[in-house]
């Protein structure tokens, strides 16, 4: 056991000389991901809209948006899936029309959907993956087995896929994405459709794996758990980007704390706060919702003021919720909803002039 962890450690120090090497032959890293002014459209249809913006080497950057955003549709631009309309992308230095190749190279993707064959078994389909990016036979082995041991595979590195489970999949497809050595590892809604809590367990293996490896991860999702955990956020609307910037930084940006009042009558108690307080609060299912700075001192101030009773009061930070809220005037959900809207829609006129 002490020898095959010290080969594992030599192992792992080797790729971050070998990293460290290229760095030094290229002088300052440049950015593992590079966009600017990217545009897709589809007929009429504008699914990407100017995008611009950089990722840093090592970083887990993540795109948060609703359904039809337009983060699948970029992330198929930086994996060479599609070509742009307009506007230039390079990932870890190549670019992504001029040289396809070599990004595909450089690159790990774990899709929305499993893409993994069932009928082989965990290590045949980290084989298969390994001779498709041309790593040498007498690698395979020694990559893939740690790997494997990381996701908490090993023991089932022989079964067939099929009898894995939804989350035991997405571990395997994770390991694969880094089974070549990838500079950057894209995963598109890699927790989609899986319950709570293999969710906490997928990240729980990433978290692992970014402490071992010196990928740089690239994320989309449209759950909020998923990007507090990253280094930088990019929120992607209606194909833009509305703002970039670290949790902290993006939740900061609010500026206020949220207090929500539920009342005997939270028209009326609106009507009393904007006319002694000057503030407009919105009238929620929770109660009324208002925005103010330094929300546990506005409370007694506000008890003061009310006539009507207060039933239950709740004072809380913003949230990347909000966030979303401030920048794009909407929730993440309702903007989920009319991204379905307007998907029906644009298939029926696609039937009607059919």
Known sequence: MIVRGSVMVLRQTLVRLRFLLWDQRVGNPEPAVEVDGLIRRFGSFTAVDGVSFAVETGELFGFLGPNGAGKTTTISILCTLLRPTAGTARVAGCDVVKQQGLVRSRIGLVFQETTLDDYLTGSENLRFHAVLYGVPPREVRDRAQPLLEMVGLASRADHQVRFYSGGMKRRLE????????????????????????????????????????????????????????????????????????????????????????????????????????????????????????????????????????????????????????????????DADQDAVAQSKARMGAMARRG
């Open 174 to 333: 994770i390991a694969r994405g880094l089974l070549h050595a990838p500079r950057v590892l894209f995963l598109d809604e890699p927790t989609i459709g899986l319950d709570p809590q293999t969710r906490v367990h997928i990240w729980e293996y990433v978290d692992t794996l970014r402490q071992r490896e010196l990928t740089t991860m690239f994320l989309t999702t449209h759950y909020m758990d998923e990007a507090e955990r990253c280094d930088r956020i990019a929120i992607i609307d209606g194909g833009k980007i509305v703002a970039i910037d670290t949790p902290a930084a993006l939740k900061a940006s609010v500026g206020t704390d949220i207090v929500t009042l539920l009342t005997n009558d939270d028209a009326a108690a609106r009507a009393q706060v904007r006319r002694v307080f000057g503030i407009d609060g919105d009238l929620t299912p929770e109660g009324l919702r208002l925005d103010v700075r330094d929300g546990e001192a506005f409370v007694p101030r506000v008890f003061e003021h009310l006539t009507v009773g207060v039933q239950n009061v709740n004072v809380r930070r913003p949230s990347l919720d909000d966030v979303f809220l401030k920048y794009t005037g909407r929730g993440i959900r």
